[in-house]
């Protein structure tokens, strides 16, 4: 509704139920009479009950022993079976050591032909120890001339 028609309202927009005016007397009185009638409930406390409700509680219930969740003896078993769990899984007794004597043969000889390179291996030597005369005959061949003329897979398959 606009503001501009709120002052040609006719109706209030409030209505009474039908017959409130002739029946709202007799409610009322019936509602007096009622209040004329005794008050009291039939229900009745005992005398002294909230002076020994507390008492009579406390007596019928058992005494409860209480356990403390983190005590001395607990942390101390957790913190054995977390050590116990570190120590396995570092000191596995299940890893085995790689050595020489567990290689094939054709696995070192895969890897010294495919990977093995002469930079890698020169790198290893500084050029400072080598001098001339570290390479000496061998039955009359220079040893570098010897090394030139070496098949690799000779050795390997030893």
Do not use: C, R, W
Not at 49 to 66: A, G, H, R, V, W
Not at 92 to 100: A, D, E, R, S
Not at 130 to 155: A, K, P, V
Request: charged share 30%; no cysteine.
């Amino acid at each position: 509704m606009k503001k501009e028609n709120l002052h040609n309202i006719k109706q209030s927009g409030f209505k009474t139920p039908d017959n409130y005016f002739n029946t709202i007397e007799d409610q009322i009185m019936s509602q007096i009479s009622l209040e004329k009638i005794d008050k009291n409930s039939g229900f009745k406390v005992p005398d002294n009950y909230f002076d020994t409700i507390e008492d009579n509680i406390l007596s019928k219930t058992k005494e409860i022993k209480i356990f403390k969740l983190f005590n001395k003896k607990t942390i101390v078993t957790v913190a054995s079976i977390a050590a116990m769990f570190v120590l396995f899984f570092n000191l596995n007794p299940f890893k085995t050591q790689v050595t020489f004597d567990n290689l094939d043969t054709d696995t070192v000889e895969a890897y010294i032909l495919n990977e093995v390179e002469l930079n890698d291996i020169s790198n290893l030597i500084e050029t400072d120890q080598l001098s001339q005369t570290d390479f000496i005959d061998y039955n009359g061949i220079s040893i570098d001339n010897y090394l030139d003329d070496i098949d690799l897979e000779d050795f390997l398959d030893e």
